[in-house]
């Protein structure tokens, strides 16, 4: 089954504007088995509208709009949804009394343009709208489904999986997708098609992309089956595999980021971390603190981005500051010492580098961090040259300490 | 004139991939003036493609499409392109010619299947590609134009600026949009519309637009005009009549944020910072070290999430902690003084708060954040109450105390 959304709205069509409304819907539909073929966004402009609607209806199964169902002149959902099916539509007299009763309600008197508000299009089915005033309708003609929803998000969600999903998916009639994503943070995109492609190549259902992001690389499995259960179960196959064939690599498959992943080990071992971060600059500390209950792991962070305050807070030698520099193996061991000594906790992280765009030399370039980390799972450090501008080579390099971090706790060696 | 976007590519339609070509593509036609009143995202399908060209050129005066000009099977804009315009293609020799040459200089053979790239649409003017081996069409049809695009960003975005802009640009003759950014982090959005409302309703063009953001608020001013100057100088006119109305409360007119606006001034005094934060978790430093050159006024900083974090690194009092709560005016006040004195700097800034979900009381609910500040600037704190989840708090938070930072920095008194 094909289905396309519109989106109603000038205000969309400016730069900035990212679709919330298509994306949730796409995800909920390709859940269900249901396919979105297109979607378009479209002016408040009643011929452009009717020709958007016109277009959906003739190559799709279902269509669904958001948006356009308020008030004022330029709402105009309703009337050009009614043109495109070539229908007329009626003032509805429960929706127009819960209207004005929903005004009384907030002492406020309703103006006759909000009337339209209770236009349905003939043949059509009220949707309830229980957090604003826009219903939504449904529609069949010719054998295709035809949804008007409103725009917010927090009308449009709770309408679309209460009142529209379970119509689409029962039309849908059995098949249901599922998808899963397996992340990794210490392997480039190519090393992990590499790893993982002979495997995945023989498999048709589930299918798989690979995704790359600084920092990580995601697989995407997605499998089709009569049931949710055969769904997981065609992808559990498939990703047993690619465990196997990368042992230890995949830090998350339930869309945990990987702060979340090392908080959760750490309060699970009862142990203690301390940060001390140069060129990051306070992004571990405030990464790891994202999601609620680092306090349990978390002592302290340290931002030593001046020579004084890693001397001062650390106990970094000056000397050999003076002597290795700032950014180097040396420094970075002492800061991950120095952070565990003084803030008393069972492991610390150190991270210190040239996060540019200036302060590279040939010696010592632009990209070139060095992470280590000490305390009761080991001392390790290492020497990394992460590619890409000053905020991708900051987001690697949290990345990849707490990967280095991960991977002590599992007691992996170091990647 | 109005201007349609095609996105073509199965791959585009699922979830969590947004648009960047068409927001690139609709940025740059605001500025010449042309309005995107549609645009489409359509899968690999003939037909669907077919279909979506017919709509966009019955309505719009320039059709630009993106992606599906590859080699392969599921690559159809050029068919259906010229099915939509009820032409024919014709293979093109000289761009045959340069295919073969781009392979041979790789030392690779053609595959016969790559021919189909040098197909071109009857009476299409070729518009060729540096960065890749998918040339674009233009095609003018009823007065109408077409362009077909290749669809990664790194090859479309240089033929668009070179190839197609100009062209548009000369068709829409003369109109030139352009926007400022009017930027406000301490007031709520019907506060500012309540300020400026009375005075932007009088103009119809500057346009304005509020947009409301966690931790801050923004006025679109999009003004046309013959030329770029008359534009400027119209949103200049109202930018003026804004400040008047809103006296040291923009805080960005040239789409800086707010961590980079006070990084500029504390250079430009030569003064150097610390931060002290609890709740926060190092976001405000992290925010601060965001854009290069944060080495030269930010000395360190403090995450000071444990209470002995706070004893050790701040020399806050034990029994004030005891007596006050951590989160407290009192702490802030005392975290705010120790950063300045422990890290021998001009000014600082701390936050403590309860960012939740869990952690709030009747009396100190969740979002309940202090902010303080002490050093050559002066003393400041406030109680702030914010709402929202975890995230928005930490967000607003950080805006809250760089706001406090940034008033004091240019002798304006606590908001």
Known sequence: ?????????????????????????????????????????VADDLELLTSAFRGALSRA????????????????????????????????????EGLRARFARYNRVMAPVNEKQADVI?????????????AGQHVETEGRLLFLLPGPPVEMQPMFDGQVLPLVAERAAGAVLRTRVLRIASMSESDVEQAVAPLYKTFTNPGTTILSNPGHVELHLTAEG???????????????GMRERLPGRIYSEDGRDLPTVVGALLR?????????????GGLVAARLTEPAGASEFLERGYVTYSNRSKVDLLGVDPALIERAGAVSEEVARAMAEGARR?????????????????????????GLVYLAMAGTLGERVRRAHFPGDRERIRHQASQASLEMLRRALLGLPAA
């Open 1 to 41: 089954m094909k289905a396309e959304i519109i989106a109603v709205g000038s205000e969309l069509l400016v730069p900035g504007r990212s679709e919330t409304n298509a994306l949730y819907i796409t995800g909920k539909l390709r859940e269900v088995g249901v396919t979105v073929t297109a979607r378009v966004t």
């Open 61 to 96: 199964d279902v269509v669904i709009a958001t948006g356009g169902l308020g008030p004022t002149e330029d709402d105009l959902t309703r009337e050009a949804a009614a043109a495109a099916i070539g229908r007329g539509v009626r003032r509805d007299a429960s929706l127009l």
């Open 122 to 134: 003939e043949g059509a089915v009220v949707l309830p709208n229980v957090r604003g005033t826009a």
């Open 226 to 240: 009569t049931s949710a259960e055969e769904a997981e179960a065609r992808i559990e196959e498939l990703a047993r």
């Open 268 to 280: 699970e071992r009862k142990l203690t971390l301390a940060v001390a971060e140069s060129c990051t």
């Open 342 to 366: 003084t803030a008393g906790v069972d492991v610390a992280l150190a991270i210190t580098g040239i996060a540019g765009p200036g302060g590279g030399t040939p010696d010592k370039p632009v």
